[in-house]
T-cell receptor, first 112, second 114 residues
Framework: DAKTTQPTSMDCAEGRAANLPCNHS???????VYWYRQIHSQGPQYIIH???NNETNEMASLIITEDRKSSTLILPHATLRDTAVYYC?????????????FGSGTQLTVLP | DVKVTQSSRYLVKRTGEKVFLECVQD?????MFWYRQDPGLGLRLIYF???????EKGDIPEGYSVSREKKERFSLILESASTNQTSMYLC?????????????FGSGTRLTVV
């Protein structure tokens, strides 16, 4: 399974874009990039996923580099409620449950 | 709004007790999962189920069992609770085993074994 590397923590000013990086240099061709977040004392929440094209939904945008070795999750206008731990995960589409591995993630703190 | 509901947010149990953690989902998902989350260790998969009465061991099944008698309900059982099972327990459900369509998690049960 591909491993991911994320910064331990980041700060972002409220109203600004939060850009969260993730390195996944050993990603395989059939593996997708997923992002989840976990607000304190709650379960993780699915945000977005992608294979090689950039993706956008109502929560965030996902930018995947052309070589697929890294990606960036973008929260376009961060709010205080976006303060959470953000997890970047890689897993094949038809993988088993064991392959969806949550690491330590990035603690994003949105500052007023 | 789709939901995964865990029966308790906080539980305190004594060593040796049999503990039941209940999870219900209203999304008609085939697949359900139990994780535990500990500081510095991330989420670890305990058991999962891909159909009623079907179950598979995850990465850390020792000391746990599960039951899935109905599609919407997945129970985690601690046969004889021990202090090293003090943890946050998270239930999730998904359309696919590998989570391609995203996992929906419950709010978690924080279990303390004394």
């Amino acid at each position: 399974d591909a491993k991911t590397t994320q910064p331990t923590s980041m700060d972002c000013a409220e109203g600004r874009a939060a850009n969260l990086p993730c390195n996944h240099s050993t990603i395989s061709g059939n593996e997708y990039v997923y992002w989840y977040r976990q607000i304190h004392s709650q379960g993780p929440q699915y945000i977005i996923h992608g294979l090689k094209n950039n993706e956008t939904n109502e929560m965030a945008s996902l930018i995947i580099t052309e070589d697929r070795k890294s990606s960036t999750l973008i929260l376009p206008h961060a709010t205080l409620r976006d303060t959470a731990v953000y997890y970047c995960i890689v897993s094949p589409r038809t993988g088993s449950a064991r392959q969806l591995t949550f690491g330590s993630g990035t603690q994003l703190t949105v500052l007023p | 709004d789709v939901k995964v509901t865990q029966s308790s947010r906080y539980l305190v149990k004594r060593t040796g007790e049999k503990v039941f953690l209940e999870c219900v989902q209203d999304m008609d998902h085939e697949n359900m999962f139990w994780y535990r989350q500990d500081p510095g260790l991330g989420l670890r998969l305990i058991y999962f189920s891909y159909d009623v009465k079907m179950k598979e061991k995850g990465d850390i099944p020792e000391g746990y069992s599960v039951s899935r008698e109905k599609k919407e309900r997945f129970s985690l059982i601690l046969e004889s609770a021990s202090t090293n099972q003090t943890s946050m327990y998270l239930c999730a459900s998904s359309l696919s085993l590998g989570g391609f369509y995203g996992y929906t998690f419950g709010s978690g049960t924080r279990l303390t074994v004394v």
